[in-house]
């Protein structure tokens, strides 16, 4: 059993420290009361007094502002009101020697909170961190287990893989790739390429296939998971969950009741320094002059699917932690891979690539594409708006670099 509550005893000298909030709450509460947030306002107060039910009613409060309505309909006053009343309700447990309830309730401020006292946030998330992390134990009793360390059957794997895989064209692969011949050769010709021996130098490299390391850096912490087929199947849904409980579904089989649990397009090493500290941005993302735009991580079990769909950014995947296969369609194929219609889903294709429709997409079979496996350790640049389709082929973590078009660019 891992005890990250203290003794009540010590209570009394610990604080957290709230610069931020300490400077900005008068004009923060001015403007959630301008749009209406009174009660709030008032319980708030009481809360800023040391008060934890009026800290829990608060947060309760602007929790129901944040679903209201579609997300990014949602005043970002709010988001930063919930992120108060998170500060204040974390300030209790941490006083109280509550810790974990308190990191829980930080993570809660800054996964859903607004901006605005994100330093604190993350300050506050540091001290509590080191409490939790003197007296963490593992729960998985074995300190040499290993994310992947199972052989790999490609005859196995293979049979799972969307028809015509790995049959006809794959994606190039080099090493040693110079940024002018990245640049020259893929970044200004949009064309795909699996970069390999670019992340031997990773800390991650060492650290990341074993489950008793990112229990010690991130156990304690909360994340936001993906449940089910993937996001486009109604049944598909989204938790919140502490990464131990996440580690503890990829040790077992991945699946929750709902499917496979896969922690997807997530900010984690905004989150969480450690991870953050243990990889480094690849000079390729800069070789056009462009700007990053997000770190994302992909962390889940064999068997998750990112289904057909493009993005804007040039992309760089990094497979760190096991492998995946992956399939890209070149733009010029839009119509033929039929996009769904609205804004929401435009970008994602309505060809299931695991179960095509023959009926419906009679020529999807013959299109071009270009297939690879990534293997650990190798990167894959996926120019923007090239189709790509993602199955992870044992259990899986990977980093996505999304960075914008450069001035240098004239690719189309
Ligand atoms: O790894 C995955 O499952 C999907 C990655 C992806 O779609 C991306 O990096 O844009």
Same mark, same amino acid.
């Given at each position: 059993?891992?005890?990250?509550?203290?003794?009540?005893?010590?209570?009394?000298?610990?604080?957290?420290?709230?610069?931020?909030? +300490?400077?900005? #709450?008068? $004009?923060? @509460? *001015?403007?959630?009361?301008? /749009?209406? !947030?009174?009660?709030?306002?008032?319980? %708030?107060?009481?809360?800023?007094?040391?008060?934890?039910?009026?800290?829990?009613?608060?947060?309760?409060?602007?929790?129901?502002?944040?679903?209201?309505?579609?997300?990014?309909?949602?005043?970002?006053?709010?988001? +930063?009101?919930? #992120?108060? $009343?998170? @500060? *204040?309700?974390?300030?209790? /447990?941490? !006083?109280?020697?509550?810790?974990?309830? %308190?990191?829980?309730?930080?993570?809660?401020?800054?996964?859903?909170?607004?901006?605005?006292?994100?330093?604190?946030?993350?300050?506050?998330?540091?001290?509590?961190?080191?409490?939790?992390?003197?007296?963490?134990?593992?729960?998985?009793?074995?300190?040499?287990?290993?994310?992947?360390?199972?052989?790999?059957?490609?005859?196995?794997?293979?049979?799972?893989?969307?028809?015509?895989?790995?049959?006809?064209?794959?994606?190039?692969?080099?090493?040693?790739?110079?940024?002018?011949?990245?640049?020259?050769?893929?970044?200004?010709?949009?064309?795909?390429?699996?970069?390999?021996?670019?992340?031997?130098?990773?800390?991650?490299?060492?650290?990341?296939?074993?489950?008793?390391?990112?229990?010690?850096?991130?156990?304690?912490?909360?994340?936001?998971?993906?449940?089910?087929?993937?996001?486009?199947?109604?049944?598909?849904?989204?938790?919140?969950?502490?990464?131990?409980?996440?580690?503890?579904?990829?040790?077992?089989?991945?699946?929750?009741?709902?499917?496979?649990?896969?922690?997807?397009?997530?900010?984690?090493?905004?989150?969480?320094?450690?991870?953050?500290?243990?990889?480094?941005?690849?000079?390729?993302?800069?070789?056009?002059?462009?700007?990053?735009?997000?770190?994302?991580?992909?962390?889940?079990?064999?068997?998750?699917?990112?289904?057909?769909?493009?993005?804007?950014?040039?992309?760089?995947?990094?497979?760190?932690?096991?492998?995946?296969?992956?399939?890209?369609?070149?733009?010029?194929?839009?119509?033929?891979?039929?996009?769904?219609?609205?804004?929401?889903?435009?970008?994602?294709?309505?060809?299931?690539?695991?179960?095509?429709?023959?009926?419906?997409?009679?020529?999807?079979?013959?299109?071009?594409?270009?297939?690879?496996?990534?293997?650990?350790?190798?990167?894959?640049?996926?120019?923007?708006?090239?189709?790509?389709?993602?199955?992870?082929?044992?259990?899986?973590?990977?980093?996505?670099?999304?960075?914008?078009?450069?001035?240098?660019?004239?690719?189309?």
């Amino acid at each position: 059993m891992s005890t990250t509550t203290a003794s009540r005893g010590d209570a009394p000298s610990r604080n957290l420290a709230t610069p931020t909030l +300490d400077r900005e #709450s008068g $004009a923060l @509460l *001015h403007a959630i009361s301008e /749009h209406g !947030g009174y009660a709030y306002v008032s319980m %708030a107060a009481l809360a800023a007094g040391g008060d934890i039910r009026a800290a829990e009613a608060a947060r309760e409060m602007a929790w129901e502002q944040l679903h209201s309505g579609p997300w990014h309909s949602v005043l970002p006053v709010w988001r +930063d009101a919930y #992120s108060m $009343a998170c @500060l *204040h309700v974390a300030r209790h /447990h941490y !006083g109280s020697g509550e810790f974990k309830e %308190a990191l829980r309730v930080l993570d809660m401020g800054i996964i859903m909170g607004g901006t605005l006292l994100r330093k604190d946030l993350d300050s506050a998330i540091d001290k509590v961190s080191e409490q939790t992390r003197s007296v963490r134990v593992s729960h998985l009793g074995n300190s040499e287990h290993r994310l992947v360390d199972r052989e790999f059957d490609v005859a196995e794997v293979l049979k799972l893989l969307p028809v015509k895989s790995l049959s006809s064209k794959l994606v190039v692969k080099k090493s040693a790739l110079s940024l002018e011949k990245f640049l020259k050769d893929h970044y200004l010709c949009a064309s795909p390429v699996v970069i390999s021996d670019c992340m031997a130098h990773w800390p991650a490299k060492a650290r990341w296939n074993s489950l008793d390391y990112l229990l010690r850096v991130a156990g304690d912490r909360t994340v936001p998971v993906e449940v089910g087929k993937n996001y486009l199947c109604t049944e598909w849904k989204q938790e919140l969950i502490t990464f131990s409980e996440f580690l503890q579904r990829i040790n077992s089989d991945g699946c929750s009741h709902g499917g496979p649990t896969y922690l997807a397009q997530h900010p984690l090493f905004d989150q969480i320094n450690e991870l953050r500290r243990d990889i480094f941005i690849p000079d390729y993302c800069f070789a056009g002059g462009g700007e990053l735009q997000s770190l994302n991580a992909w962390f889940g079990p064999a068997g998750t699917v990112t289904p057909l769909h493009h993005d804007p950014h040039h992309n760089i995947l990094a497979q760190v932690v096991g492998k995946k296969y992956i399939r890209l369609y070149a733009p010029s194929l839009s119509e033929e891979l039929f996009p769904h219609s609205g804004t929401m889903l435009s970008n994602s294709s309505q060809v299931d690539l695991d179960d095509i429709d023959e009926r419906k997409f009679p020529k999807v079979q013959d299109l071009e594409f270009v297939d690879c496996i990534l293997e650990e350790g190798e990167m894959l640049y996926i120019p923007p708006k090239w189709w790509h389709y993602v199955r992870s082929l044992t259990t899986s973590l990977s980093v996505s670099f999304w960075w914008s078009e450069g001035e240098t660019s004239d690719a189309s």
